[in-house]
């Protein structure tokens, strides 16, 4: 994958910056998200794989995979909260894989963008996930009109589509896909437990006998992600407890851990009178297992920032950070990393102080931003402040997390703190499945607008490394918008883009997609979309050959050779069209040389001045006997130009 740069090249240099500190600077916002060793499209499928491993298959699960191999498409229904989501795609992933892909289909309207319901966009073998479960009626209705004719693809190509249905609107379901309509039932809530469990080594032993307490907490019926985060926390009390400790003993805290938390919270602050051992107990709660001398730093940040007296008794009559901490529960462990001694105490100390004290959370805001510019606060606990005042932030104003992450991204200073953050930030919101789709709506309406060139920098990041690898052709999206937008002499979004692409031949075709059907209103933007195509047919995987033998992307060639024809001065296009007849007059195909000179000449076929200068391009790179092919296809199209144009003269004006 193409690195993404640094700050943008139209922010001008402060005074005093070097090139050695810039390129420092771009080095640490690179690595805020580092590139992965495998193509996003891998990585999408060792997740599935690792969801596959914590999988409680549901009764009657089967029914729904016999549907979809022999039909290719499933309608996938439930109760919410019973995983139907998680089933969709397990099923996907349990089909036999070919040639084609995983990929989750997105049903974000955003403005003119293509939807992958689009035909020509369907691979051969392709296993796609559509979600409307969480989806106004309008919205289901508009996919629902699409899905009959869209299934005859899907059988065509041997596709594959696992629909999610929206509850509500379920039974609206036309009659012709009602066969297609399997149910997806609760799985044993132990089974869910103990297949997360088994993933980490932990078996339960046979046969089960369970603890009263998970026993208790089970016939709740809990939501299937609650019971994901239950065994993630037996998981972190297993690690707590002595290596003598029991399962019974590992539940116990866990469920504790789940539900009674925030009452225990509730009932303990109120015994904490003085402000000092309150700025304690949230710093620990904000910094829970960050080391000792950074939180007693912040401590005193947050006091000093609340107005709160520090002890001016001399320094050896001060209480020791041991005993200040025992008082609010806490503890310094081995590392000298600072803990509280429940499971989950912080997260619900957290929650307390920002749900019931709504006044202090501007203060804590500029708290965070403080304490983020330690030198001395490790990777780890940056990343961890980051995503805890993300969490927070989300549970009272979700667009105040945005605000967040766009004043990070336009602070600057000389260790690009606040740029790191905002990338974490993103990062999360998009990986987050609770988050994710309003992450990568915003991030949307961002790419459309004038933006921060912080910003752009961030989100040029978060596009090409992050949800490149469960949104691969919303990623390009972003970037293409990204780059369209870049100020000059910018090119990071469209290098990002290009190298983005480059990896996939998949969404080189996207992309070529998005240039032929969207024409954007603004002129500037449609020279560089023309520029854009020319840099696209020379990346190294050469997309044109495998183009150009499809009838379909042949016509979107031939549209993005008129723009350029059109827009761009002969003097750029003319050595694209020299590379473009010499690459296919180098092939062994007969009908790919015929289709690449076919492009040329019907896309030119208004432009005499172009088809003259292709023309004389092509006889010193083509034989004889080509160019007289591309001559005949040369006067085929003028003549179907002056008959359009003779027609038109001719139709009566309204």
Known sequence: MTDVPGPSGDEPAQPGTTNQFRDQYNIRIDKAIPPTSAPPRQVAEQQLRRLQQRFARPPDLNDAYDTLEQHNIVFLDGTPGNGRITAARVLLRELPRG???????????????????????????????????????????QYHDRLLGFHKILVDKRAYLAVVLPHSYADQLSPDFTGYRKPVNRPDELDVVAAHLRAHGITIG??????????????????????ARLADLILEARKSLPPDGSFTGWCNLAVAAQTARAMEVDSFVPGLRKGSQRALLLTVAMLHGAPADIVHRATALLQELLGIPQDDRPLLEHRGLTERLRKVGATRDDTACVRFEKLRYDHAVRRHFW??????????????????????????????????????????DRDDVFRTASAWAEKRDGRATYLLAAAK??????????????????????????ITAGLRQVLILVCARVMSVRHPEQAVVRLHHLARREPSPGYKARDALLGYVAQDLRLQRYLLFRLFVFSPPDLRH???????FLDLIAVPTRPPHSFLRNPVTREWLTGCWTDVLGRIDSAMWLPCVRQWITSASGSDDPALIRHALNVLADAAADHYAALRQIYATARTSLSAEEAGLLLSRIHEAQRAGLSRRSKSQEDPQP
């Not at 990343?383 to 993300?390: D, G, N, Q, S």
Request: glycine share 6%; proline share 7%.
């Open 99 to 141: 040639t084609g892909i995983y990929k989750e289909i997105a049903t974000v309207v955003e403005g003119k963008s293509p939807e992958i319901l689009s035909p020509g966009l369907v691979g051969e073998g392709d296993r796609m996930l559509l979600d409307l479960s969480a989806e106004d009626e309008a919205l289901w209705k």
């Open 206 to 227: 046979h046969p089960r006998t369970v603890p009263p307490t998970l026993h208790d907490y089970l016939i709740g019926r809990p939501p299937m992600r609650e019971l």
């Open 425 to 450: 930030l993103l990062r999360w919101g998009v990986q987050n499945e609770d988050t994710s789709q309003y992450f990568r709506r915003r991030i949307y309406d961002w790419s459309t607008n004038s």
């Open 526 to 532: 449609k020279g560089f979309d023309a520029l854009l």
């Open 355 to 396: 749900l019931n004290m709504p006044d202090l959370r501007e203060p804590l805001r500029e708290w965070v931003d403080q304490v983020l510019a330690l030198a001395q606060l490790p990777d780890t606990d940056h990343t961890r402040l980051v995503i805890r005042f993300a969490e927070l932030c989300l549970a009272t």
